[in-house]
Structure formats: C-alpha cells, structure tokens
C-alpha cells in the first residue's frame, strides 16, 4: 500500500496547534458530538483517549441581537424539526414567529454550516452539525489531529508526504498513479482529496460524466477560527454574536478563547483577509469577562488554503449534493472525503465513515 500526501502533514482539515501558553487550540474540526460512533471506536482502536470539553456545543448563549428568551429559544429549536421544503432561510419565517429567536437561530446555523442560509436546503436541518440542545462534546486528548498521526505512523515508509498526485489511469482492474515523478500500478485506489482537486487531476480515461457533474456541484461553506491565550482557565462557556456571525467558547483545560466564524458575509464583517485585529476586538467585546492574555491572536482560515478552499460541504438548493453519486465508485477508484458521506457531510464523523467505506470497496 502507498498514501500519497499533498501537505506536509497529514490531517488535512483536522489540524491541531499548542499555543505559547501550552494550549492545545484546533485550527480545523472540533468538536465530537453525540452518534459519533465512527470516530469514538477509532480513538479507542488507536488507544486515545477523549476528554469532555464541558462547552455545551448546542446551547450557545446569543448576544447583541433582537430580544430573545430561553423559552423562545427552546420553542424555535422544537419548530425546526420537520422544516419542510425550500431553503432554511424560508423555513425559519415560516416556522420561527419570535423575531428574536428567529435571528439567534439563523445565526447559530449560518455559523455551524458556513453558508448563507437563502442557499441552503431546510433538509439541513435535520443533519448533525445544526443540532440544538445541551448535549456534551469532546475533544481527543492531545488534539484530535492525533488521530490522523495515529494512523499515519502505522504506514511507515508507506506514507509519502508533500507529494501531490497528478494523474490516475483506471479502468475496471486496476489504476497507474503519477505523483511527484513517480508512477504506482496497483489494483485499487481511493482518492480522498476535496472535490475541486478530484477534478484537477487528469484522469484516463476521463471521468465518467454522472461522476464529473456530482463533484462539480460541490459548494464549499466558508469559515475562520481565532483564538485568544487566556491569562488563566475560565469555567466552560459558548456565547454567540447574533449580528457579527460568531461564537466564543472557553473549556475544560484551555487557556484560550475560542471563536469561530461562518459564512462568507461573516468573514468580510470581521475582515479576516486582512488579519485578526478587528476580530479581536469583538471577542473582547463580547467576552469582557475573560482574562486575556498578553500576545498576538491565532487566525486560522481555509477558503484561502490550497488544499482545502473552504470549510466543508454545503447542502445548497443551488447546487444540490448527489449522495449516491459522489459515494459511488469508478472502475478500481473508490471516493471518500467528507463531501461524499451523506447525511453526515462536513463533519469529522463523515470523513472517517466515508474513509471507512471506501477501504470496504477496495477490499471487496
């Protein structure tokens, strides 16, 4: 077996980083949530351990819109459970009477999925990264990038880094992959990069044209994370900017506040393209009860990054995703990659689910 890899690390979009102040801060994906099961009994099979964040991932705290109660809250998220057809932008006119509660929620889901809501599916709804509630989350011990290291020093010398593949010949028994100026015949492959850069690759034959279609319709969220050493650990915490799009979060262990910003409105609001001062000074804002720290804040952006271009996958009405179509395989070459996981699409657990898939391909 040989895994050619593009970046110089392995992880792609899960990527941990320790602070100064010896914080461990996730640059990409976060948070375990509940029906991860995927991924909890990978953690368990790599020997990690998870640890419990105490940030109620699901019961952010809105600040700075319209007048809200709990009460509202909690009605507007029951509301939303059968939200019907058209887009959720729709669905919460129609479903949401509170003005209030209506803005806290299009906020929260705007946040989680990147994405402007007037182009999404209210089918998105009932997916996992919108869900509301004060259910735990979790974190692997370490960051969760250790899951992919994990993996990655059981190949050994399989495992090629900064090695970007160029070119696939497949056909029904087997594929010649050219990556770096080397060719590798082998009877099966799975290709696990976003869809913009499957489609890059040249492919002979080329894609078939239900496959080239699926991945072109791909319509990527956009995101950026900050994060803020803390002089010292504050009690977990999740509290959500209405109007700028974002929230804040402390937990167990971290000295550090964390923010994360989503859709593309929200990241020219905070203008993160031109570094992370403005940004800095909402969460300060908004969490004046922290402690910060002296020392420049961490910015992390992906629509900017050349591997990734972008968060994760949006169900979009614009440009639907075709799950059976991006999951099916070609010839011997198998997909996986968040974006082709179905209902689980831009979580960790999809990404792992598809991965999970895909190897069951090859082996049959």
Same mark, same amino acid.
């Given at each position: 077996?040989?895994?050619?890899?593009?970046?110089?690390?392995?992880?792609?979009?899960?990527?941990?980083?320790?602070?100064?102040?010896?914080?461990?801060?996730?640059?990409? !994906?976060?948070?375990?949530?509940?029906? &991860?099961?995927?991924?909890?009994?990978?953690?368990?099979?790599?020997?990690? @351990? *998870?640890?419990?964040? +105490?940030?109620?991932?699901?019961?952010?705290?809105?600040?700075?819109?319209?007048?809200?109660?709990?009460?509202?809250?909690?009605?507007?998220? %029951?509301? =939303?459970?059968?939200?019907?057809? +058209?887009?959720?932008?729709?669905?919460?006119?129609?479903?949401?009477?509170?003005?209030?509660?209506?803005?806290?929620?299009?906020? $929260? *889901?705007?946040?989680?999925?990147? &994405?402007?809501?007037?182009? @999404?599916?209210?089918?998105?709804?009932?997916?996992?990264?919108?869900?509301?509630?004060?259910?735990?989350?979790?974190?692997?011990?370490?960051?969760?990038?250790?899951?992919? =290291?994990?993996?990655?020093?059981?190949?050994?010398?399989? *495992?090629?880094?900064?090695?970007?593949?160029?070119?696939?010949?497949?056909?029904?028994?087997?594929?010649?992959?050219?990556?770096?100026?080397?060719?590798?015949?082998?009877?099966?492959?799975?290709?696990?990069?976003?869809?913009?850069?499957?489609?890059?690759?040249? /492919?002979?034959?080329?894609?078939?044209?239900?496959?080239?279609?699926?991945?072109?319709?791909?319509? &990527?969220? @956009?995101?950026?994370?900050?994060?803020?050493?803390?002089?010292?650990? !504050?009690?977990?915490?999740?509290?959500?900017?209405?109007?700028?799009?974002?929230?804040? /979060?402390?937990?167990?262990?971290?000295?550090?506040?964390?923010?994360?910003?989503? %859709?593309?409105?929200?990241?020219?609001? #905070?203008?993160?393209?031109?570094?992370?001062?403005?940004?800095?000074?909402?969460? $300060?804002? #908004?969490?004046?009860?922290?402690?910060?720290?002296?020392?420049?804040?961490? #910015? @992390?952006?992906?629509?900017?990054?050349?591997?990734?271009?972008?968060? &994760? %996958?949006?169900?979009? =009405?614009?440009?639907?995703?075709?799950?059976?179509? =991006?999951?099916?395989?070609?010839?011997?070459?198998?997909?996986?990659?968040?974006?082709?996981?179905?209902?689980?699409?831009?979580?960790?657990?999809?990404?792992?689910? %598809?991965?999970?898939?895909?190897?069951?391909?090859?082996?049959?």
């Amino acid at each position: 077996m040989t895994v050619f890899e593009a970046r110089d690390r392995v992880g792609g979009r899960v990527h941990s980083r320790r602070l100064d102040n010896g914080a461990v801060v996730e640059l990409g !994906a976060e948070f375990v949530l509940p029906g &991860y099961d995927a991924l909890r009994e990978t953690v368990a099979r790599l020997r990690l @351990q *998870l640890f419990e964040k +105490g940030t109620l991932y699901g019961d952010r705290k809105p600040r700075d819109g319209p007048p809200v109660t709990r009460d509202e809250l909690v009605a507007a998220a %029951s509301g =939303l459970r059968e939200p019907g057809s +058209g887009s959720i932008a729709e669905a919460l006119e129609r479903l949401v009477p509170s003005a209030g509660a209506r803005e806290a929620v299009a906020a $929260r *889901l705007a946040v989680s999925s990147g &994405y402007e809501l007037e182009d @999404q599916d209210a089918s998105a709804l009932a997916e996992g990264a919108a869900g509301f509630g004060d259910f735990p989350s979790h974190g692997v011990v370490g960051g969760n990038d250790r899951i992919a =290291l994990s993996l990655a020093d059981r190949l050994g010398g399989s *495992l090629r880094t900064s090695t970007a593949v160029t070119r696939v010949v497949w056909s029904a028994d087997g594929v010649t992959v050219r990556a770096g100026g080397e060719e590798v015949v082998a009877a099966a492959c799975i290709v696990a990069t976003p869809a913009p850069h499957a489609l890059e690759l040249e /492919w002979d034959p080329p894609l078939p044209q239900w496959k080239h279609e699926a991945l072109a319709a791909v319509r &990527y969220g @956009q995101a950026a994370k900050l994060f803020l050493p803390l002089a010292a650990s !504050a009690p977990p915490s999740q509290t959500l900017s209405v109007p700028l799009r974002f929230w804040t /979060w402390t937990q167990h262990g971290v000295e550090a506040a964390s923010s994360f910003a989503g %859709s593309p409105s929200a990241l020219e609001l #905070l203008e993160v393209d031109h570094g992370p001062e403005r940004w800095a000074d909402a969460v $300060r804002r #908004l969490r004046p009860d922290l402690d910060y720290a002296d020392g420049p804040p961490l #910015l @992390q952006t992906w629509h900017d990054d050349p591997w990734a271009r972008g968060a &994760y %996958s949006a169900r979009t =009405l614009s440009s639907p995703l075709d799950d059976e179509a =991006l999951a099916r395989p070609v010839g011997a070459v198998s997909f996986a990659g968040e974006h082709t996981a179905g209902e689980w699409h831009a979580l960790m657990e999809g990404a792992l689910r %598809s991965g999970l898939r895909a190897a069951g391909e090859v082996t049959r």
